[in-house]
């Protein structure tokens, strides 16, 4: 079913207004900077704060609408139980219940565990997974239609953990 916001369930209503550094697409997943601005999540796989970029209602945009660099970007900050219509990365073969986490640029990938048992010292990143996927999505087809640097808009929704 496609959902025409990026809010799907939302028990605590915590939205915040934020500055874009560069281009940010409804459904993102975005990060604090040290300048206060945001910008997608940069780092595969790395803590992750849920920060969604959402639809920009009060202008009459929807989610199709991106924000542009140096724009105010409208952000939700979902709860554990919040359900969000969240971005999902090009070749992606997820079924219902898959842990989801960062891929680096603002997508949602399927999360692989990490084996650290063989290494002296690892990095372990607890806020890792960010979400859990309520539907099955297949885009394994889509490696020929996009790339990780400018992927298909595909949407899931997930449930965040």
């Given amino acids: 079913m496609a959902y025409r916001s990026?809010?799907?369930k939302n028990y605590l209503n915590i939205f915040e207004e934020y500055e874009a550094n560069a281009a940010i697409s409804p459904g993102m997943l975005v990060e604090l900077?040290?300048?206060g601005k945001i910008r997608v999540h940069s780092t595969e796989s790395g803590n992750a704060v849920p920060m969604f970029a959402i639809e920009n209602r009060l202008?009459?945009?929807?989610?199709?609408d991106a924000y542009a660099a140096a724009e105010k970007v409208q952000v939700w900050i979902p709860q554990r139980g919040d359900e969000v219509y969240a971005q999902i990365e090009d070749e992606q073969n997820i079924a219902i219940g898959d842990f989801l986490e960062s891929n680096g640029l603002g997508y949602l990938q399927k999360h692989t565990d990490q084996d650290l048992s063989s290494q002296v010292t690892g990095t372990v990143n607890p806020l890792e997974i960010v979400a859990q996927a309520l539907?099955?999505?297949d885009l394994s087809s889509l490696s020929a239609a996009g790339s990780s640097d400018s992927p298909?808009?595909?949407f899931l929704r997930v449930r965040i953990v």
Avoid: C, F, H, N
């Fill in 152 to 154: 298909a808009r595909q």
């Fill in 33 to 35: 900077m040290s300048t």
């Fill in 135 to 137: 539907e099955a999505l």
């Fill in 6 to 8: 990026v809010i799907i």
């Fill in 59 to 64: 202008e009459g945009k929807d989610i199709t």
